[in-house]
């Protein structure tokens, strides 16, 4: 049971990470996903690919560190084709896109394409001891095919879309296989769905790779994931993975995490798993993306999806959710009565970071409405203080004094929640994190708030 740490955006900083890994392992996580991108310490010729807030390789070490000592084994993920745009937006790595225009996919054509891989890969494993899994992505490789030097590909008889991708993830796991034979890589299974059992048997990518068959909805089809999972095993693909998810997967910018939408989808992968042969199983990864992709925005913080993350832990371990399970979740959370269907879950916990979602929780729900109510169904501010009498500054000063008051207690009183909030998440994550989250959520509406205040003086 991996826990996917997607640090492409808000990435905690190390000492919260240490933190949580024992509350991980206690809710029945045996190991993590990483999923590094621009965080990983990258140096010589791939330094651009490091971000300013990227962990140090002591940072790194000791976190590695911590989560082998709570017997959390860790596999990195690399993405190797789809969503590199933290490589090819650079323009140092501009002339290895697939389409010249988008940075989302390698060109598989090139010698070069496939050194930088190999150049990420070492770099990565070299932080790494004793590692079973290596994950190289793989997935949404969009465009495919539709580069010049793909095209001339094409035109060759028995030259498909679907040999040229496997050639591709054939080449990185074999590059993983010949540097580091104690390793098997895995990959994302969406382009290999379609594929036919012939095409995927005839590649060689099956002795190569073990697949993650990934659905994050909350009704998934249970039957067709059964006949794939016998497609995969026919093809010769030793083993499958799964990948659930405990959030990031119910919107784009969603801020707060619906926990019984994350259950089923944890539920339904128990009834797949049921149906599984014991023996064709290696684990199951429970996703928590931070961003859809490099150029998104954030979703859902870490802290405030570790209810929902423990629930779905909770299940796994204890095959379903129960009265119980849901007592033994809130003694581990320290949460006195833990809601899954509403996102208010009212009882404060003590885990790390639960004062995070406690703000984020007020900021979502009442910040926009509150402010709302008070600029557009106020009859004071939407008779006597239009935008028209604001230009202007004309006000009388008799409707001033009913809403003044109001307008500045609003103000003074969401001041010192956001102020609370940046406080919570200083401790946790990095400035760039904290403003782009304030930027998407907050200041929209409390800087319409504080303009209408400020007016409101020059009147």
């Not at 049971?1 to 206690?26: I, M, N, S, T, W």
């Not at 860790?74 to 190797?80: A, E, F, K, N, R």
């Not at 932080?127 to 094409?154: P, T």
């Not at 959710?321 to 849901?326: G, L």
């Given at each position: 049971?991996?826990?996917?740490?997607?640090?492409?955006?808000?990435a905690?900083?190390?000492?919260?990470?240490?933190?949580v890994?024992?509350?991980f392992?206690?809710?029945?996580?045996?190991?993590?996903?990483?999923?590094?991108?621009?965080?990983?310490?990258y140096?010589?010729?791939?330094?651009?690919?490091?971000?300013?807030?990227?962990?140090?390789?002591?940072?790194?070490?000791?976190?590695?560190?911590?989560?082998?000592?709570?017997?959390?084994?860790?596999?990195?993920?690399?993405?190797?084709?789809?969503?590199?745009?933290?490589?090819?937006?650079?323009?140092?790595?501009?002339?290895?896109?697939?389409?010249?225009a988008?940075?989302?996919?390698?060109?598989?054509?090139?010698?070069?394409?496939?050194?930088?891989?190999?150049?990420?890969?070492?770099?990565?494993?070299a932080?790494?001891?004793?590692?079973?899994?290596?994950?190289?992505?793989?997935?949404?490789?969009?465009?495919?095919?539709?580069?010049e030097?793909?095209?001339?590909?094409?035109?060759?008889?028995?030259?498909?879309?679907e040999?040229?991708?496997?050639?591709?993830?054939?080449?990185?796991?074999?590059?993983?296989?010949?540097?580091?034979?104690?390793?098997?890589?895995?990959?994302?299974?969406?382009?290999?769905?379609?594929?036919?059992?012939?095409?995927l048997?005839?590649?060689?990518?099956?002795?190569?790779?073990?697949?993650?068959?990934?659905?994050?909805?909350?009704?998934?089809?249970?039957?067709?994931?059964?006949?794939?999972?016998?497609?995969?095993?026919?093809?010769?693909?030793?083993?499958?993975?799964?990948?659930?998810?405990?959030?990031?997967?119910?919107?784009?910018?969603?801020?707060?995490?619906?926990?019984?939408?994350?259950?089923?989808?944890?539920?339904?992968?128990?009834?797949?798993?049921?149906?599984?042969?014991?023996?064709a199983?290696?684990?199951?990864?429970?996703?928590?993306?931070?961003?859809?992709?490099?150029?998104?925005?954030?979703?859902?913080?870490?802290?405030?999806?570790?209810?929902?993350?423990?629930?779905?832990?909770?299940?796994?371990?204890n095959?379903?959710?129960?009265?119980k399970?849901?007592?033994?979740?809130?003694?581990?959370?320290?949460?006195?009565?833990?809601?899954?269907?509403?996102?208010?879950?009212?009882?404060?916990?003590?885990?790390?970071?639960?004062?995070?979602?406690?703000?984020?929780?007020?900021v979502?729900?009442?910040?926009?409405?509150?402010?709302?109510?008070?600029?557009?169904?106020?009859?004071?501010?939407?008779?006597?203080?239009?935008?028209?009498?604001?230009?202007?500054?004309?006000?009388?000063?008799?409707?001033?004094?009913?809403?003044?008051?109001?307008?500045?207690?609003?103000?003074?009183?969401?001041?010192?929640?956001?102020?609370?909030?940046?406080?919570?998440?200083?401790?946790?994550?990095?400035?760039?994190?904290?403003?782009?989250?304030?930027?998407?959520?907050?200041?929209?509406?409390?800087?319409?708030?504080?303009?209408?205040?400020?007016?409101?003086?020059?009147?």
């Amino acid at each position: 049971r991996l826990v996917h740490l997607d640090l492409k955006g808000a990435a905690p900083r190390a000492p919260y990470l240490e933190q949580v890994l024992p509350l991980f392992r206690a809710l029945g996580a045996t190991g993590l996903l990483l999923e590094y991108e621009d965080t990983f310490p990258y140096t010589g010729p791939l330094e651009p690919l490091r971000a300013a807030h990227a962990y140090s390789p002591a940072e790194l070490r000791a976190v590695l560190s911590r989560a082998r000592a709570q017997g959390l084994g860790v596999v990195p993920l690399v993405q190797s084709f789809g969503h590199m745009e933290f490589v090819l937006k650079h323009r140092e790595f501009a002339h290895l896109r697939e389409v010249p225009a988008l940075p989302n996919a390698l060109n598989p054509h090139k010698e070069e394409s496939l050194a930088l891989v190999k150049a990420m890969i070492d770099q990565v494993m070299a932080l790494h001891e004793g590692l079973e899994w290596f994950h190289i992505g793989c997935d949404e490789v969009y465009y495919l095919g539709e580069g010049e030097e793909s095209k001339q590909w094409l035109q060759q008889p028995d030259n498909t879309p679907e040999k040229l991708c496997l050639a591709h993830i054939k080449a990185v796991a074999t590059c993983v296989a010949s540097s580091y034979p104690r390793v098997t890589p895995i990959v994302w299974d969406d382009m290999l769905r379609g594929m036919s059992e012939e095409t995927l048997a005839e590649s060689g990518v099956p002795q190569l790779v073990q697949p993650m068959i990934w659905d994050y909805a909350a009704d998934l089809d249970v039957e067709g994931k059964v006949q794939l999972i016998e497609k995969y095993r026919r093809c010769g693909f030793s083993k499958v993975w799964f990948a659930s998810a405990f959030k990031g997967a119910t919107g784009v910018n969603q801020s707060l995490t619906l926990i019984g939408h994350h259950l089923k989808n944890h539920l339904e992968w128990l009834e797949v798993a049921s149906r599984t042969p014991p023996n064709a199983l290696e684990g199951i990864a429970l996703t928590g993306w931070q961003r859809y992709d490099h150029f998104s925005v954030l979703c859902e913080l870490l802290p405030v999806a570790i209810p929902s993350l423990a629930v779905c832990l909770q299940a796994l371990e204890n095959g379903g959710y129960s009265e119980k399970v849901k007592e033994n979740v809130e003694k581990l959370l320290g949460m006195s009565n833990l809601e899954i269907d509403t996102y208010m879950s009212t009882s404060v916990g003590t885990f790390p970071g639960s004062n995070i979602l406690t703000l984020v929780t007020q900021v979502s729900f009442y910040l926009k409405s509150s402010v709302d109510e008070l600029l557009e169904r106020n009859r004071y501010v939407t008779g006597w203080f239009s935008p028209y009498h604001r230009k202007r500054k004309i006000i009388h000063p008799i409707i001033m004094h009913l809403f003044q008051p109001d307008a500045v207690s609003l103000l003074s009183k969401w001041n010192a929640v956001v102020q609370d909030l940046q406080a919570a998440m200083e401790q946790v994550f990095h400035q760039c994190a904290i403003e782009e989250w304030m930027e998407e959520n907050v200041h929209p509406s409390l800087q319409k708030l504080q303009q209408v205040v400020d007016d409101l003086d020059e009147a």
